[in-house]
């Protein structure tokens, strides 16, 4: 699946014919249905190499579904917004790890995780120690993943841009800036007063915690002796985090139209090729945050 600026999935139906196959009858639901397809080949191709137990099999995502395309894009559930906001539907998604005999299966953990931590995890898992001359983001999910310990006490940052709009420990998130988008609705039917704002807004001196586990939609903010504990809970992780902060240069800071995939194999049967740059142009990437 490739995708194009629009934020719907362009899928190659040459092979696996699942154009309009899905119930939904949009990309998007079609773009599921392969993937739960593609992903039961895989599985099924390691148990006949006879290397299933043997492989770390790990399904995420890079963030939540496309709300701003509304019908034809997916549902976060209960999440609020979606791609491109800093609340859960946008930044929250299932992780699945699958490992026969190494992972018990029918496990839920409420371990706070993120795709940076499969790096770690990984090289862990490898037997790789990893250079000590600089900072990982990431940690070693292995000792909840194998339940060797229940939980490992972190935190998760909400970065948009350069900015950090919130942070998670345990089962509170605390913003610190609101912003959903000025001209583009990332929260269609789900606005929430003071959080969901059209621009953006520093709460950095009286932040909004919100009780995750109890309201993962972020519509109640906490008050009194909650919001009290909340803080006091989050507030010296984001201390140490921006005290030990680190300006970096983008690895991925340049853009060039012309090497993304406009025309997928297959986009012609459903007649949604899109028409390919002549030159290529070099520019650095300008992000909307």
């Known amino acids: 699946i490739s995708s194009h600026p629009g934020g719907e999935a362009v899928v190659s139906t040459q092979s696996t014919g699942f154009h309009k196959k899905s119930i939904r009858g949009t990309r998007y639901g079609d773009s599921v249905m392969e993937v739960d397809y593609g992903v039961g080949q895989i599985l099924g191709r390691l148990k006949d190499l006879g290397i299933d137990k043997n492989t770390l099999v790990v399904f995420t995502s890079d963030n939540g579904a496309e709300t701003l395309i509304k019908q034809k894009g997916g549902n976060n559930g209960p999440l609020l917004c979606g791609k491109q906001t800093t609340f859960d539907g946008g930044m929250r998604e299932p992780g699945i790890f699958w490992w026969p005999g190494k992972i018990a299966p029918g496990q839920v953990t409420n371990q706070l995780g993120t795709t940076m931590d499969i790096f770690v995890t990984a090289a862990r898992l490898a037997g790789l120690p990893l250079p000590s001359d600089r900072q990982y983001d990431?940690?070693?999910?292995?000792?909840?993943?194998?339940?060797?310990?229940?939980?490992?006490?972190?935190?998760?940052?909400?970065?948009?841009?350069?900015?950090?709009?919130?942070?998670?420990?345990g089962k509170y998130k605390v913003h610190y800036w609101t912003w959903s988008h000025e001209h583009y609705e990332f929260c269609p039917g789900q606005r929430v007063s003071n959080l969901t704002t059209f621009h953006q807004v520093n709460r950095t001196l009286d932040p909004i915690v919100i009780d995750m586990e109890n309201d993962p939609g972020e519509k109640y903010f906490l008050n009194g002796s909650h919001r009290k504990t909340g803080l006091q809970l989050v507030q010296p992780w984001v201390d140490e985090h921006k005290a030990t902060l680190v300006p970096g240069e983008p690895s991925l800071n340049y853009c060039d139209k012309m090497v993304m995939n406009w025309a997928p194999p297959g986009c012609e049967e459903i007649n949604y090729c899109l028409p390919v740059p002549s030159t290529s142009s070099i520019q650095k990437c300008g992000w909307d945050h």
């Open 138 to 169: 990431g940690i070693d999910l292995w000792p909840v993943l194998s339940g060797e310990v229940k939980n490992i006490d972190r935190a998760v940052w909400y970065y948009r841009g350069n900015e950090m709009f919130a942070a998670r420990v």
